[in-house]
């Protein structure tokens, strides 16, 4: 036993370190079994993809909610998150753009630029989210069908409660839910047959909810009285950037175009575009539903559950409510199949690694879908919206997303010194160390110095004490220029994000800075998942973990070079 525990710790550390190296070639792409993935995805696709990621019911909700705390402010509120997510979504570009073969997302890209115990750690975290998110989100669709179907006379107070709005609470978390289930059940059959399939159902359903945004939009816009936007921001601008860090969730979702590369037609052409593109959007509409909802009434009497809707219902409009109401399950239908289309191929690309065990790496050699992921997906989305209450859990989702965004960025900056480091002669490889670990250590600091503006912003009520916000500012502001001066640049082939190392630093800090605007509870969800995973990784992960493999070689459409661009 003394001999051994040595030995543990020695393999842990020696395989947490370790980075994945991938092969210069992308068309080239390691399985366990089956034929792989099928490249079927344009770019009008992908962007239809984020989008349907992206707008959910929370166009017709999220944009009240703020409302209610920023007043007319509450647009200021989603440009500053907009720009934000664009900030996050140029590094996302870059990166799905150096890796166009294969699935993984941001745990491939931490994997490449830093280590295996860190992008397990990010899949974990993201994932956590995801599978709340996916049961919320069905929830909520059941909830919206049901509506619907009540509209109907003979409907109208004969449906049980525990069909659609979920059943009494029992234990205090414990809500049985019957058409949740059902719902997912569909979904998952429907992403089972085929990635065509699946694009088609999101193509038709995130056309239908853009649409009767627009149209939303154009018959608010009639109604809009300007003497409702006058104070603009009547709370101040403490509240509109409050508001910010709501409206921020109500944009991600364009990560889930980088995990459709292996889907791509012409990935490094493409995934930027389908980013970028659903992004720009996203922004656009919520900025337009926004002007229309605090024009159309006073943002007092804004309500909670239904604001838009209930904005129309006071100036007379109840055919607007109705279209609400369908774009509201076209938005849901669409974020949850992009949901569980994600994290299946975030479960495919571990099984690949061996992090998780290899029945999770299987393609269907016909349907070219990963369909042993996907109905582990759809069981557990069922599961938890079947049977709890996940409202519950709705103030521990996106510490994942931040987190891993952030990720996201630092690994822009790494793999960028590694480009460099790569390609050029050194006579001392003890150089090359040093400047890394300082690059890794200056990063580290803008994340501190983001939670620490965070903290000071979140719980100083005095004007005069946000002076103490200078502070972590400047020691940002210090390490990003030590990035800039002290580490070479070498631009990346494809897309590249512009002003590296500014956009990425500034990237993490903004995200680490909101992480810090989230409950307490997230935080601690945030470390007792951590801890977890780690468990996970040193008595399973690190033993089946290969990121180099021999295993069966499936060759893809090639991705084209930049040049045949």
Same mark, same amino acid.
């Given at each position: 036993?003394i001999? +051994? #525990?040595?030995?543990?710790?020695?393999?842990?550390?020696?395989?947490?370190?370790?980075?994945?190296?991938?092969?210069?070639?992308?068309?080239?792409?390691?399985?366990?079994?089956?034929?792989?993935?099928?490249?079927?995805l344009?770019?009008?696709?992908?962007?239809?993809?984020?989008?349907?990621?992206?707008?959910?019911?929370?166009?017709?909700?999220?944009?009240?909610?703020?409302? @209610?705390?920023?007043?007319?402010g509450?647009?200021?509120?989603?440009?500053? &998150?907009?720009? #934000?997510? !664009?900030?996050?979504?140029?590094?996302? &570009?870059?990166?799905?753009?150096?890796?166009?073969?294969?699935?993984?997302?941001?745990?491939? =890209?931490?994997?490449?630029?830093?280590?295996?115990?860190?992008?397990?750690l990010?899949?974990t975290?993201?994932?956590?989210?995801?599978?709340?998110? &996916?049961?919320?989100?069905? @929830?909520?669709?059941? #909830?919206?069908?049901?509506?619907?179907?009540?509209?109907?006379?003979?409907?109208k107070?004969?449906?049980?409660?525990?069909?659609?709005?979920?059943?009494?609470?029992?234990?205090?978390?414990?809500?049985?839910?019957?058409?949740?289930?059902?719902?997912?059940?569909?979904?998952?059959?429907?992403?089972?047959?085929?990635?065509?399939?699946?694009?088609?159902?999101?193509?038709?359903?995130?056309i239908?909810?853009?649409?009767?945004?627009v149209?939303?939009?154009?018959?608010?816009?009639?109604e809009?009285?300007?003497?409702?936007?006058?104070?603009?921001?009547?709370?101040?601008? $403490?509240? !509109?950037?409050?508001?910010?860090?709501?409206?921020?969730?109500?944009?991600?979702?364009?990560?889930?175009?980088?995990?459709?590369?292996?889907?791509?037609?012409?990935?490094?052409?493409?995934?930027?575009?389908?980013?970028?593109?659903?992004l720009? !959007?996203?922004?656009?509409?919520?900025?337009?539903?926004?002007?229309?909802?605090?024009?159309?009434?006073?943002?007092?009497?804004l309500?909670?559950?239904?604001?838009?809707?209930?904005? /129309? $219902?006071a100036?007379?409009?109840? /055919?607007?409510?109705?279209?609400?109401?369908?774009?509201?399950?076209?938005?849901?239908?669409?974020?949850?199949?992009?949901?569980?289309?994600?994290?299946?191929?975030?479960?495919?690309?571990?099984?690949?690694? *061996?992090?998780?065990?290899?029945?999770?790496?299987?393609?269907?050699?016909?349907?070219?879908?990963?369909?042993?992921?996907?109905?582990?997906?759809? /069981?557990?989305?069922?599961?938890?919206?079947?049977?709890?209450?996940?409202?519950?859990?709705?103030?521990?989702?996106s510490?994942?997303?931040?987190?891993g965004y952030?990720?996201?960025?630092?690994?822009?900056?790494?793999?960028?010194?590694k480009?460099?480091?790569?390609?050029?002669?050194?006579?001392?490889?003890?150089?090359?160390?040093?400047?890394?670990?300082?690059?890794?250590?200056?990063?580290?600091?803008?994340?501190?110095?983001?939670?620490?503006?965070?903290?000071?912003?979140?719980y100083?009520?005095?004007?005069?004490?946000?002076?103490?916000?200078?502070i972590?500012?400047?020691?940002a502001?210090?390490?990003?220029?030590?990035?800039?001066? @002290?580490?070479?640049?070498?631009?990346?082939?494809?897309?590249?994000c512009?002003?590296?190392?500014?956009?990425? +630093?500034?990237?993490?800090?903004?995200?680490?800075?909101? /992480?810090?605007?989230?409950? =307490?509870?997230?935080?601690m969800?945030?470390?007792?998942?951590?801890?977890?995973?780690? *468990?996970?990784?040193?008595?399973?992960?690190? =033993?089946?973990?290969?990121?180099?493999?021999?295993?069966?070689?499936v060759? =893809?459409? $090639?991705?084209?070079?930049?040049?045949?661009?």
């Amino acid at each position: 036993m003394i001999d +051994s #525990s040595p030995s543990f710790f020695s393999r842990f550390w020696s395989s947490a370190l370790r980075a994945k190296p991938l092969s210069n070639s992308s068309d080239v792409v390691r399985i366990n079994s089956g034929e792989g993935l099928v490249r079927r995805l344009g770019p009008f696709d992908l962007i239809l993809l984020g989008i349907g990621a992206s707008i959910g019911a929370g166009i017709f909700v999220v944009t009240g909610t703020v409302a @209610r705390d920023a007043g007319p402010g509450v647009t200021i509120s989603f440009i500053l &998150a907009g720009a #934000s997510c !664009v900030l996050n979504a140029l590094c996302y &570009a870059e990166l799905a753009s150096r890796f166009p073969a294969v699935v993984g997302g941001a745990y491939l =890209y931490t994997y490449t630029a830093f280590n295996e115990l860190t992008a397990f750690l990010v899949f974990t975290q993201m994932m956590l989210d995801y599978h709340i998110g &996916a049961a919320s989100i069905a @929830r909520s669709l059941a #909830s919206y069908i049901i509506n619907i179907l009540e509209l109907v006379p003979f409907f109208k107070n004969n449906i049980p409660n525990w069909i659609g709005h979920g059943g009494k609470e029992i234990f205090g978390f414990i809500s049985i839910n019957l058409l949740a289930p059902v719902l997912l059940i569909v979904l998952t059959l429907i992403l089972c047959r085929g990635v065509g399939e699946s694009s088609l159902v999101n193509t038709i359903m995130t056309i239908t909810k853009i649409i009767i945004v627009v149209v939303v939009i154009i018959v608010g816009a009639f109604e809009v009285d300007d003497s409702n936007w006058s104070p603009f921001a009547p709370n101040g601008f $403490k509240s !509109v950037l409050t508001g910010a860090t709501v409206a921020f969730f109500a944009y991600v979702g364009f990560d889930a175009v980088a995990n459709s590369a292996e889907e791509s037609k012409r990935p490094q052409r493409d995934l930027p575009i389908g980013i970028i593109g659903s992004l720009v !959007v996203c922004v656009a509409l919520y900025i337009g539903v926004s002007l229309v909802i605090t024009g159309m009434i006073p943002y007092k009497f804004l309500g909670e559950d239904a604001p838009l809707a209930e904005a /129309f $219902k006071a100036k007379g409009l109840n /055919f607007v409510s109705t279209l609400i109401s369908i774009g509201a399950v076209a938005g849901l239908t669409t974020t949850l199949l992009v949901g569980l289309y994600v994290q299946s191929r975030l479960y495919l690309g571990l099984g690949r690694d *061996g992090l998780l065990p290899a029945i999770f790496a299987r393609v269907h050699p016909t349907r070219h879908t990963p369909i042993q992921s996907q109905i582990w997906v759809g /069981f557990i989305a069922c599961l938890l919206a079947g049977l709890l209450n996940v409202h519950l859990l709705s103030h521990v989702l996106s510490v994942g997303s931040l987190a891993g965004y952030s990720v996201v960025a630092a690994c822009v900056i790494t793999l960028r010194w590694k480009d460099n480091i790569g390609n050029q002669i050194s006579s001392s490889m003890l150089v090359s160390v040093t400047h890394r670990q300082e690059g890794i250590i200056c990063i580290v600091v803008i994340a501190f110095c983001g939670f620490a503006a965070g903290i000071v912003f979140r719980y100083v009520v005095s004007a005069l004490a946000f002076i103490f916000l200078i502070i972590p500012i400047a020691i940002a502001l210090l390490a990003t220029a030590a990035l800039q001066f @002290r580490q070479e640049q070498t631009k990346a082939s494809g897309f590249s994000c512009p002003w590296v190392p500014i956009v990425p +630093s500034l990237c993490i800090f903004v995200n680490i800075f909101l /992480f810090a605007q989230l409950h =307490y509870e997230a935080w601690m969800r945030f470390i007792v998942l951590s801890i977890v995973a780690v *468990g996970v990784y040193a008595f399973y992960g690190q =033993y089946h973990a290969n990121p180099v493999t021999d295993r069966e070689t499936v060759i =893809y459409q $090639k991705a084209p070079d930049e040049e045949a661009l």
